[in-house]
C-alpha cells in the first residue's frame, strides 16, 4: 500500500498530484508546520531521518526527495503516459527540467526566501547592516540568476506546451511546485507570458484540481 506523507504547503504537492494523474489507490496522510519556525511538526520528523517532504512509503520502502520519488513510481507503476520514450530529445529535455526544478532553480529561490527571513527578523539595532547585505546579495547573484532562470523557462515554453514538449509529463509535476515558488518569492509575472500560460494548463487538469482539494489552501512560504 502506498502512503504518502503530507506535509501541508511543501513540495509533497508534487507527489499528491502525481499520485492522481497515475490513477494509483494510495492512503494520505496529512502534516502541519509549526507555527515558531514552519518546520514540519515533531511527529513528521520521526519518520525519515531527514524530517522533510515529501515522503512515501510502498510496503516496506520508504523513499525521500521528489525526484527519486517520481521515478521510483514510473518505474514501479508504468510511465502512464508521463516519461518521452528512452533516447528521444523529450527524454533529454524530460530528464533536464526534472533536476533543473530542485537543482538549479530552487536553490536559488530558497535563498531567496532566507533573505527575505534576515530582513524580516533581524534584531532592529543590526537591520540597516542586514538589509544592506541582502540587497547586495539580491542584486549580484539571486536577482540574476533568477531572471536568467526565468528567461529559460519561457524561451522554452515558446517553443513547445510544456517542459518535455508537446506532451504533459512528470517533469511538469516537478516544475509546478518550483513555478508556485517562482510567483511568490522570485517575480514570475507578466513579463513571462509563455509561463502564464503553462501556469493556466497545469491549473486546468483535473488532476491538479484533485490535488490541490485535498491538499486545502495551498499557501507557500514567502518570509
Given at each position: 500500500m502506498i502512503t504518502l506523507y503530507h506535509l501541508e504547503n511543501s513540495r509533497s504537492i508534487r507527489i499528491l498530484w502525481l499520485l492522481e494523474e497515475m490513477g494509483l489507490e494510495y492512503e494520505l496522510l496529512h502534516f502541519q508546520r509549526e507555527q515558531?519556525?514552519?518546520m514540519a511538526e515533531a511527529r513528521f520528523k520521526q519518520l525519515h531521518v531527514l524530517g522533510k517532504a515529501p515522503l512515501l512509503s510502498d510496503g516496506e520502502r520508504m523513499i525521500a526527495e521528489s525526484g527519486a520519488i517520481i521515478e521510483y513510481l514510473l518505474d514501479t507503476y508504468g510511465d502512464r503516459g508521463l516519461r518521452p520514450?528512452?533516447?528521444t530529445d523529450a527524454r533529454i529535455g524530460y530528464n533536464y527540467w526534472l533536476h533543473a526544478a530542485e537543482g538549479s532553480i530552487m536553490n536559488v529561490n530558497t535563498m531567496e526566501l532566507l533573505l527575505n527571513r534576515f530582513d524580516q527578523r533581524a534584531p532592529w539595532l543590526f537591520k540597516p547592516v542586514i538589509r544592506l547585505m541582502t540587497s547586495k546579495a539580491r542584486a549580484t547573484y539571486t536577482g540574476p540568476v533568477t531572471r536568467l532562470l526565468l528567461q529559460s523557462m519561457e524561451t522554452t515554453l515558446e517553443q513547445?506546451?510544456?517542459f518535455a514538449g508537446d506532451d504533459f509529463s512528470a517533469a511538469d509535476i516537478q516544475m509546478g511546485y518550483t513555478v508556485r515558488a517562482l510567483q511568490a518569492r522570485g517575480g514570475l509575472g507578466r513579463d513571462y507570458p509563455a509561463c502564464q500560460r503553462w501556469i493556466m494548463q497545469m491549473e486546468a487538469r483535473p488532476a491538479y484540481k484533485s490535488a490541490?482539494?485535498?491538499?486545502g489552501d495551498f499557501q507557500l512560504?514567502?518570509?
Open positions: 515558531e519556525n514552519s520514450e528512452a533516447g513547445q506546451a510544456w490541490m482539494e485535498k491538499n512560504l514567502k518570509d
